[in-house]
């Protein structure tokens, strides 16, 4: 059984940082990529990063590049998203998800449709 079973989040001032994990199991975790989309309240999920977990090769959404930083580690078959200088826009719920490796990730990231198995959410609230 495929599982993405995810952790973190929570409520943080702004300017603040979270980090959110993503431990997977029930497949072959270097054959597959994940990504980190998000949905805030009235508005539809968005795409914050994809990363290879074979090469590690991470792709940003404009709006977090510089400040969100995506890591794989394969020993743990868990994927991190480490937010840095959140702010009120972040707030969301975030959501991992998991698709085959394909050869160009960047023509897949934004595609939640692509994406084969995802986690259960969990809540970043970004407030003073």
């Known amino acids: 059984e495929v599982q993405l079973v995810q952790s973190g989040g929570g409520l943080v001032h702004p300017g603040g940082s979270l980090r959110l994990s993503c431990t997977a199991s029930g497949f072959t975790f270097d054959e597959y990529s994940m990504g980190w989309f998000r949905q805030a309240p009235g508005k539809g999920r968005e795409v914050v990063s994809c990363?290879?977990?074979?090469?590690?090769?991470?792709i940003y959404a404009a709006s977090v590049e510089g400040r969100f930083t995506s890591s794989s580690d394969s020993a743990k078959q868990t994927v991190y998203l480490q937010m840095d200088g959140l702010n009120a826009e972040d707030t969301a719920v975030y959501y991992c998800?998991?698709?085959?490796?394909?050869?160009?990730?960047?023509?897949?990231?934004?595609?939640?449709?692509?994406?084969?198995?995802w986690g259960q959410g969990t809540q970043v609230t970004v407030s003073a």
């Open positions: 998800a998991a698709l085959p490796r394909v050869s160009n990730l960047y023509t897949v990231c934004s595609r939640a449709s692509e994406f084969h198995y």
């Open positions: 990363i290879s977990n074979k090469d590690k090769s991470a």
